[in-house]
C-alpha cells in the first residue's frame, strides 16, 4: 500500500488489524490461506503473474483459467490499469468458453469490466443539483485513520458546515442506535433545509465486542453501519447533493438508504 512515498506491506497497515477481517499476510496466495482457515492452500492457487500480462499472453492466462476447478481461487498481479485490459480480455475468452467465475476487486476491474471510459472527478454542477437551496450531506462511516484525517481537514475548511457526530456506543444499549440515529436526523434535516452541508459522521473509536469474536464485531459493524444510512432513508427533505465514504457505508448507503438495485 502505498503512503506517501512509502510502500507499506498490506500486512503491516492499520487494514490488517481490522475487528472482523484481521490478517498478517501481504501475499495474495498466503491471505488466501489465511482467512478460509487452510481450507486452500496458498501453493494450490492460480497466479497470473505480471510478467505474464506484461507480456500479452493471453493463451498462458487462458489456459491458466480453465484449469481453475471446484471454487479455486485466482490472484491476478496487475499494478495498472493496462493489466487489468490484457487480464479481462483473457477473463471474458475464458467466460465465453463455460467457466463462471466470482470476482473479489477494487473498482478499476469492474469499470473494464463493463466498458466503462474512465471519468475525470466530478465537478460541482455534475454533483449537486442546479435548482436546490438545500444543503448537501456527507456519510463517514469508515474509521481508518486516512479517514480521519479527511475528516479533519474537511471540518476545518472554513465552509458552511453542520458537524454531526453519529455516537456509536449506544449499540450496546436496547434501542440506543435508533434513539441516536433519530437524534441524528433531526439536526441533519434542520441543516439541510438551512442551506448547510450536514457532515454526519461515526464517533472515532473503534467498538469491539465483549467476546473479542470476529462475527460479533462484524454484527456490530453492520448495525451501526445500517442505523446510520437510515438517517439517508428517513430523510424528509432532499439534499443538493450526497457523498458517503467508507466502503460499507457506500454500500449500505446505496442499497439500504436509496433502494438502488443496479448501478
Known sequence: MKNGEYLIPVGMT????????????????KWCEERSGGRYRAGDITVISPEELRGLDYAGILAKLMCVHDFGKVVVNGADDLDAEVFAAALFLAMRAGREFLIRS?????????GIPKQPPLKREELCLGDSLSGGLVIVGSHVQKTTEQLEYLLASGM??????FRTEPVFRPAG?????GRVLRIAEAAIRSGSTAVVYTSRQVLRSREESSQDNLRLSVQISRSLTSVVKNLAVRPSFLVAK????SYDVGIWGLGVRRA
Open 246 to 249: 467508507g466502503g460499507i457505508t
Open 106 to 114: 477494487a473498482a478499476g476491474l469492474m469499470r473494464i469490466l463493463a
Open 160 to 165: 458552511d458546515l453542520e458537524p454531526v457526530c
Open 177 to 181: 442506535l435508533q434513539e441516536e440515529s
Open 14 to 29: 492499520e487494514f490488517a488489524r481490522d475487528t472482523a477481517f484481521s490478517f498478517s499476510s501481504s501475499d495474495l496466495t
